[in-house]
C-alpha cells in the first residue's frame, strides 16, 4: 500500500473542530460531517464510542488523510481504542466507507452522553466556565488564611483568648476550603482555573503546617521565636 494512498477517517471526539486535538488533522481535507449508530461515554476529558445497531446517531466529521496520518492516528489512541471499518452516514445523504476508532475498554453506563455529540458537550461545558464561582471563592480563601494566621502571630494572645478556640478551627478550616475549592474550579474548568489551582496548591501546603503546628507544636520548638 502506497505512503501517498488516501483513507478517509471518521472522527467523533477530541480531534473535532473546534476540539483540542483537532490540530492533528490540520493537514487533512475535510470531507463531510457525519453519523453512525452507537453509544459516546465520557471517559474522562475525552469521549469513547460503542457502535450499536440500537444505539444513537453519533455526530462526527469525515476527513481524508494519508496512510503515515493514519498511522500516527494510531499511536495516539493508543490500546484503549481499536481501528476498524464501518459505513458513516453522511449529512445531507450518501454512506462513506471510513475509518473509525472504537473504544474497547469497561464503560460506565451513567457517562453515556446524550445527545451523542462532543462538540456539542464541550460548548455545554466551557458556557460553565463563564461562571468561576470557586476560582473567586480560592482566591478569597487564600489570602483570608494568611491574614488570620499573621493576626495570631502577631496579636497580643490576650485580646483574642477568648475565641481561640474558633480561631484555631478557621486556621485549619480556611487553607483546606480554599484547597477544595482550587479543586473544584479545575474539574468544572472555570476562568482562571489555573490561578485557582496554584491557589489550591499553596493552600495544601498551608493545610499540613497548620496541622503540623495544632498537634505537633514541638516540631516547631527547635526554630528561633
Given at each position: ?52 445497531e ?8 469525515i ?8 498511522r ?151 526554630f528561633?521565636?
Amino acid at each position: 500500500m502506497s505512503e501517498n494512498e488516501k483513507n478517509l477517517v471518521f472522527v467523533y471526539g477530541t480531534l473535532r473542530k473546534e476540539s483540542s486535538n483537532h490540530f492533528r488533522l490540520r493537514k487533512a481535507p475535510f470531507v463531510k460531517e457525519g453519523w453512525i449508530l452507537g453509544r459516546l461515554y465520557r471517559i474522562g476529558w475525552y469521549p469513547g464510542m460503542r457502535l450499536d445497531e440500537e444505539g444513537v446517531p453519533v455526530r462526527g466529521e469525515i476527513y481524508e488523510i494519508e496512510r503515515e496520518a493514519l498511522r500516527e492516528l494510531d499511536a495516539f489512541e493508543g490500546n484503549e481504542f481499536e481501528r476498524l471499518k464501518a459505513k458513516v452516514h453522511a449529512k445531507g445523504g450518501g454512506d462513506f466507507h471510513v475509518w473509525l476508532y472504537e473504544y474497547r475498554k469497561e464503560v460506565d453506563s451513567g457517562a453515556e452522553l446524550l445527545p451523542a455529540d462532543w462538540v456539542h458537550h464541550e460548548r455545554k461545558m466551557d458556557r460553565k466556565a463563564h461562571a468561576p464561582f470557586f476560582s473567586l471563592a480560592t482566591f478569597v480563601l487564600l489570602p483570608a488564611t494568611a491574614a488570620l494566621g499573621a493576626f495570631m502571630t502577631w496579636a497580643d494572645p490576650d485580646s483574642f483568648s477568648r475565641f481561640s478556640w474558633i480561631l484555631q478551627v478557621l486556621s485549619i478550616a480556611l487553607p483546606l476550603l480554599a484547597f477544595l475549592a482550587g479543586r473544584k474550579a479545575h474539574a468544572r474548568r472555570e476562568r482562571w482555573a489555573e490561578g485557582a489551582e496554584v491557589c489550591a496548591a499553596v493552600a495544601f501546603v498551608v493545610f499540613c503546617l497548620m496541622l503540623l503546628i495544632r498537634f505537633f507544636p514541638s516540631a516547631f520548638e527547635a526554630f528561633p521565636n
